[in-house]
C-alpha cells in the first residue's frame, strides 16, 4: 500500500474512532458525576503501568525486524501470551488493597474486569502489529473501528442504566473481544499457533529497552491524576481527565494516525536507503501545522469545547484546559521523535531521553499537584519545554540532522500556525473568553481557522501546499471530470 494511501486509510480510521469517543464522552460526562469518571480515571492511570509492559514491545518488535522468520513470530507470540496472563493475575491480586488505599470499593471490581482485557488482548495485538507491518492499514481500521464502536455501545447503555464507573470497564472488555475476533480473522494463515522459545531472549532484548522507556513515560504522564487524587481529591483528577482528554484529541486526530504510518515508512526507508531524514521532515512540518494550529484554537475556544462536549458542570476544567493546550503546542515539534529513533533501532538513545525527561517532569507535577489544579496547569507547561528541547536534540544527534534545517522548517508551520489562528483569536476578542453561547462560536471560529489555514499554506508554500493540490485533482478527477457520451 502507497504511503499516502496507508496515511488515508490510518486518518479515516483515527475519525472514525475520535467521532465515536467524542459521542461517548459527550454522553458520559452527562450520565455518570466527576467523582464517578475520576473512580474509572485513577484505576486506568494504575493500570497503565501494567498495559506498557503488557506486550513488551513485541509489536514494535514485529514491525522493525528485518528478517522476519516463524521463529521470530513464535517468540513474539510467547512472549505476549506469558505477560497477558501474567498481568492478569497480578491485576486481580492488587485490586484489594488499590480499592483499600483510595477507600472506593468500586475500584476492586473495575480492576477485576480489566484484568479480564489483559487475557484476551493477546489474540489482536500479533495480527495488529503484522498488519501495521505491511502497511494494511484497511483492515487496522476495520478493526479499531468495530472495537470502538462495541465498546462505546454498551459503555454508555451500563451507564445509562445506572451501572456507575464500571459500565466503562465493561464497554472496554467489549471492545477488546471484538477485536480479538477479528484479528482472528484477518491472522495470515501462514502464523503458527504454537508459541515457541528460540528466538525469545532477542525479543526481550529489544523490548526491555523499550518497555523500560514506556514504563518511564508512563509514570511521568500519569503522574498528576494520581497526585490530584490523593492530595486534592477524585473529584479534582476528574477535572483534570475531561481537560486532558479534550487536549490529548490531538494525538487521536493526527499525531497517532502519521505515526502509526511512519513507523514503518521510516523502517522501510532505513533498510532500503539507510537513511529518512527528508521523509522525517516533511512528516514533522505536517504534524506542526496542523498540531499548532489545533493547540491555538482550544486556546480561543476553551469554554464553548468544554460546555459543547461535557456540559456545564466542568466549567471548572475549562482554565486548566488552556493550559494543557499550551502545553501540548510546545511537546509539537517533537511529535514523530520517538517514532524516528524506534525506526531506526535507537532504543537505548530513547531510553536515555526518556528517563531524562520524566525525571524532569516529575518533578515539576509533584511540585504543581501539591498546590492546586491551575499550578498544576503552569509545570506541565514548564516540563513539556524542557522534554520537546530534549526529544529534538537526542533525534537531531542520532540522524546527523543540522539543528537548522529543522528550525527552519518549524518556522515555516508555525507562520501557517498563526495565520490558522486569527480567526479563532477574532472571535476569542468578539465573544470574550468565557462565553455564555457554544456553537456559534465554534462555527465561526472553525471556519475561520479552516479559511486562515488555507492561505497560511499558500503564504508560506508549505509542504501541505503539495497534499492540498494533490488531493484536489482526486476529487476534480473523480466528481468534476466530464463523463464521454455512451
Known sequence: MSTRRSLFFSFLDRYASLLISVLSSMLIARLLTPTEIG???????????????RDMGTGQYLVQERNLTTERIRAVWAVQLFLGAGLAGIVWLASQPVATFYNEPR??????VVALNYLVNPLGSLTYAWLIREMRFEAVAMMRFASALSGALLGNWLAWHHYGPISLALGSL?????NALMAVYFRPRSFPWLPGLAGVRQVLRFGSHLTLSALVGVMAGSLPELLLGKLQSLGAAGLYSRASGLVLMFNKLLADAVGTVCLPWFARRAREQGSFTEPFLKATAYVAALGWSFCFFIVCLAQPLVRGLYG????PAVDLTRQLALATALQVPATLC??????????????RTTIL?????MVFISLGASQSLFMLGFALMASAAVSSTLWLRATCLHMGLPVRHLL????????VAVVAALGPLAVLLLFGPYPEAVWLPLGLASLGALL??????QLFRHPLQEEIRGLWGTLKLRFFQAKPAP
Open 452 to 457: 486562515g489555514g488555507w492561505w497560511g499554506v
Open 107 to 112: 475500584m476492586r471490581a473495575i480492576m477485576g
Open 174 to 178: 467489549l471492545g477488546t473481544l471484538v
Open 408 to 415: 527552519a522548517m518549524l518556522g515555516n508551520s508555525l507562520g
Open 338 to 351: 520517538q517514532t524516528a529513533l524506534l525506526s531506526s533501532g535507537a532504543v537505548s538513545t530513547i531510553a
Open 312 to 315: 456545564h458542570q466542568w466549567d
Open 357 to 361: 525527561t520524566a525525571l524532569q517532569s
Open 39 to 53: 473512580v474509572y480515571s485513577v484505576v486506568m492511570v494504575l493500570l497503565i503501568f501494567a498495559s506498557t509492559v
